[in-house]
């Protein structure tokens, strides 16, 4: 009797076995693990054992590949699906153990970095088994799901036994379920009770796009696996060696609530695919390919389905016509530049736009801005506030002139500027913040050094406010990252000097192993710094993570996940962990880096390619050599006050 038939016998049996007595729960029992075994041996000979040997080092972040993975077979020809996961690390050679035995060389064709897969070629004689797949929409939550992994064992797969959990996650990227996933099972299969693939293990995060993300809920009852007949229909892309990439639309929207905000657009990117099909600000996306687009995610959800090359048929609301605008995703965009006129605006008021200080050597210089200016429009945006200037600079035209409109005295001017590229240097010292005279002292402000750390976690953490806290409108903020290796008690003392001259609170927080960070510890430190801006009022614009060795790499991937509350990060000792996507430089969302290492230390030999990918999307990156062991032992003084200054410009438009 053929697989299918014995599953199906099994089947027959459970069900019968559901409406008898109790005594016969044991007989259930069997008749499970007979209906399971049945799924597993239909599909065991697709699945595959794979070794990585060799690659490069990581540069300083908490997170490799594997050397060993599992891949799922998907063509008879030799061609096997993996998880991303495993290859991270670059590896020089591929062995792949085939299910006669037999291990033979394995090259990599091509990837899709929508979803975290990669597609192996093997060349061999031997007959290769290709599993049957299951359609996404034949799928129920509440179904079995088995997990099926030789990571570890390349003649008997490993089983996880769970449901699926749901059927559109991580954006529409993938299916859920709480069988337990890791790199144990990665690359592998889920199939259903009768032995179908539903999809192809691997980590996904609806947060982190990079190859490890999502990894951090290993083991923990939430995993994913990509459909794999949504993958078929694309398998002859990939088996020509092209990869598959996420679908870009160049747009930022307005809000930041997904869940309740409307997809209005805020910004729409310099020759993207948004600005080429005609989209324009303020237009609001309520449908594309005949779906419904009431909310921000519902948005996400079908940039999430699709790949770069895709068409998508937007509809449009502009006032009060409708518009259908027919979009061609990129798989990238041209680098952002931000734009920078070269001043900064009174912290003191709110209403308005005050000029305070002229960087020399910039566009407002040489156009003629002047302290006490008071700006009101630029283009056509009127300016109320110093985020509506922000704005209107950073989503302007590039290497254009345009109109700045100033109240100077009892007179209106119109100058007109052309902003220059962002500088890549620390700027002079600009004077540190004062109080208004008529500001009155807010008594009820907790200043000082306090316990901060969280209930629910096991990181301490402290926090240090000024005394200068309660006069002042708002206070930036240093987030102070150690580990085992970078101290943070020895420059504390130091830290909290500045942040009174500076007007800025430090916020001290420490791994959970007290050693080394790891990557999912990101909401961690996301959580204390809005727990921070729940007690104070801080300035997002003036926020920067500090941190040394796996602190630096923490810095950076908090920094790169969380711009809308750090605009900085200081790595010493440290680059960008291995498996992490350099995200865009976003119009809206700002980060500049400062890498901190000794000159031609191993780590800065590792991170100076790391700089050149970041220039080369247009982030600001302020590289500094440092004497002695790169950061190991501490920031001097002289390092503290630089980066104070530092962050005392980092509001400059």
Not at 44 to 53: D, L, N, R
Request: hydrophobic share 40%.
């Amino acid at each position: 009797m053929s697989k299918p038939f014995s599953i199906l016998s099994c089947l027959l049996l459970l069900g019968s076995l559901l409406i008898a007595s109790p005594g016969q729960a044991q007989q259930l029992n069997v008749a499970e693990q007979q209906a399971i075994q049945a799924a597993v041996d239909r599909v065991a000979a697709s699945v595959v054992q794979i070794e990585t040997v060799g690659g490069l080092i990581e540069g300083g972040g908490p997170i490799e590949g594997a050397s060993r993975t599992t891949g799922t077979i998907v063509s008879p020809d030799g061609f096997i699906l993996s998880s991303l996961y495993g290859f991270i690390q670059e590896p020089s050679g591929i062995l792949v153990s085939m299910p006669n035995g037999k291990r033979v060389a394995g090259k990599i064709i091509a990837k899709d970095t929508q979803r975290n897969l990669i597609l192996l070629k093997v060349e061999t004689d031997a007959e290769l088994a290709v599993p049957e797949g299951v359609a996404r929409d034949e799928l129920q939550p509440g179904q079995w799901a088995i997990a099926l992994g030789k990571t570890f064992a390349k003649d008997v797969p490993s089983v996880s036994v769970g449901i699926v959990s749901a059927t559109h996650r991580v954006w529409g990227k993938a299916v859920q379920t709480d069988a337990k996933i890791s790199p144990n099972n990665y690359g592998g299969p889920l199939i259903d009770i009768q032995g179908r693939v539903i999809g192809i293990l691997t980590p996904l995060s609806p947060q982190d796009p990079s190859a490890t993300g999502g990894f951090e809920w290993y083991d923990s009852g939430i995993g994913f696996a990509v459909p794999l007949t949504e993958i078929q229909q694309r398998l002859d892309t990939l088996k020509e060696g092209k990869d598959l990439k996420p679908g870009l639309l160049g747009i930022n929207l307005k809000g930041k609530d997904i869940v309740a905000d409307p997809a209005e657009i805020a910004a729409v990117r310099y020759n993207s695919p948004a600005q080429v099909a005609g989209i324009q600000e303020k237009d609001i996306l309520i449908g594309a390919n005949g779906r419904p687009i009431e909310r921000q995610a519902q948005l996400k959800h079908i940039l999430g389905e699709a790949y770069a090359g895709d068409t998508l048929e937007f509809k449009v609301k502009r006032g009060e016509e409708e518009l259908s605008v027919s979009v061609t995703l990129a798989d990238e965009l041209i680098p952002y530049d931000r734009p920078f006129l070269g001043l900064l605006l009174d912290r003191n008021i709110a209403d308005g736009a005050v000029v305070t200080h002229v960087f020399d050597s910039t566009a407002a210089k040489t156009f003629g801005v002047q302290v006490g200016d008071k700006i009101v429009k630029y283009d056509d945006t009127e300016i109320d506030t110093a985020q509506t200037l922000r704005e209107a600079v950073a989503t302007a035209e590039p290497d254009a002139a345009h109109k700045l409109v100033i109240v100077r005295g009892d007179a209106e001017q119109v100058l007109e500027v052309t902003p220059e590229s962002m500088p890549d240097d620390f700027l002079a010292d600009v004077a540190t913040p004062t109080a208004p005279a008529e500001a009155e002292a807010r008594e009820d402000l907790i200043t000082g050094d306090s316990d901060f750390q969280l209930a629910e976690e096991k990181n301490s953490a402290r926090l240090f406010v000024p005394e200068s806290a309660k006069r002042l409108p708002s206070l930036g903020l240093v987030v102070l990252l150690g580990d085992a290796e970078f101290k943070v008690e020895p420059q504390w003392d130091v830290w909290k000097k500045h942040a009174d001259t500076f007007g800025y609170a430090v916020l001290e927080i420490q791994p959970a192993s007290e050693s080394r960070w790891t990557r999912p510890e990101i909401s961690v430190v996301r959580k204390l710094i809005d727990r921070v801006r729940d007690n104070y009022i801080i300035d997002a614009t003036r926020t920067i993570a500090v941190g040394g060795k796996s602190g630096g790499a923490m810095a950076l991937l908090h920094g790169f996940e969380n711009r809308d509350v750090q605009t900085g990060a200081v790595a010493i000792g440290a680059g960008i962990p291995r498996g992490t996507n350099i995200p865009d430089n976003e119009p809206l969302e700002r980060l500049e880096i400062v890498f901190m290492n000794a000159k031609d230390s191993e780590v800065a030999l590792t991170v100076a390619p790391q700089i050149e990918a970041l220039q080369k999307v247009k982030f600001t990156v302020i590289p500094v050599e440092t004497t002695g062991n790169g950061g190991e032992s501490g920031l001097s003084e002289t390092d503290i006050e630089t980066l104070s200054n530092w962050l005392n410009t980092l509001d400059r438009i």
